[in-house]
């Protein structure tokens, strides 16, 4: 089974500071992996994902990440913390389950920026 | 228009009344999910429909009944339920189930308390 680990609940950094968000996957083929915010009694937003095109992922707002297979990681980056970053960061892989598609969400990072 | 739309934003409900949720996208979408999210944890899949046929039933209680009408609209039918179903219900859509993994895109989900 397909599966993501967040590593850390909670993240603070100060605004204008390198925001970095950990995933690492599991996947015994090459997976579907995404990046979704979400903003306080918001729905999901993707922010990017990665389909094997390029190891390096582009997203909105700033964000991007990098698929790595030896380190089985995708973590989520962005150069300068905005206040407007603080939410939930959830990591997600894809996959199929009875011929369906099924995405696992990772147990989500809340990103805390500091004035 | 890449918008997923549900109503009501709050619902609050005893546990012998009957209500529904509804969720609504015009992008031409043929797959749409029902996801249960609880505070401070990730979404968790509870149904999905391609081409307004139910595909995935996550074990979900009778007491949660789901509808797809047609390929616009997906309805969640409540009944019955326990204070532990309070939680924000979630419904996303995308492109189709195969072909490749498709993004999701969600609404702004329903707020349900249980009394």
């Known amino acids: 089974a397909q599966s993501v680990t967040q590593l850390g609940s909670h993240v603070s950094v100060s605004e204008g500071a390198l925001v970095l968000l950990r995933c690492n996957y599991s996947s015994s083929v090459p997976p579907y992996l995404f990046w979704y915010v979400q903003y306080p009694n918001q729905g999901l937003q993707l922010l990017l994902k990665?389909?094997?095109?390029?190891?390096l992922v582009k997203g909105i707002n700033g964000f991007e990440a990098e698929f790595k297979k030896s380190e089985t990681s995708f973590h989520l980056t962005k150069p300068s913390a905005h206040m407007s970053d603080a939410a939930e960061y959830f990591c997600?892989?894809?996959?199929?389950?009875?011929?369906?598609?099924?995405?696992?969400f990772g147990t989500g990072t809340k990103l805390q920026v500091i004035p | 228009d890449t918008e997923v739309t549900q109503t009501p934003k709050h619902l609050v409900m005893g546990m012998t009344n009957k209500k529904s949720l509804k969720c609504e996208q015009h992008m031409g979408h043929r797959a749409m999910y029902w996801y249960k999210q609880k505070a401070k944890k990730p979404p968790e899949l509870m149904f999905v429909?391609?081409?307004?046929?139910?595909?995935i039933n996550e074990s979900v209680p009778s007491r949660f009944s789901p509808e797809c009408p047609n390929s616009s609209l997906l309805n969640l039918h409540l009944h019955a339920l326990q204070p532990e179903d309070s939680a924000l219900y979630l419904c996303?859509?995308?492109?189709?189930?195969?072909?490749?993994?498709?993004?999701?895109?969600f609404g702004p989900g329903t707020r349900l308390t249980v009394l």
């Open positions: 429909y391609s081409y307004e046929k139910l595909s």
């Open positions: 996303a859509s995308s492109q189709s189930t195969s072909g490749g993994l498709n993004e999701q895109f």
């Open positions: 997600a892989v894809g996959g199929y389950s009875g011929g369906y598609q099924k995405v696992t």
């Open positions: 990665y389909t094997s095109a390029a190891t």
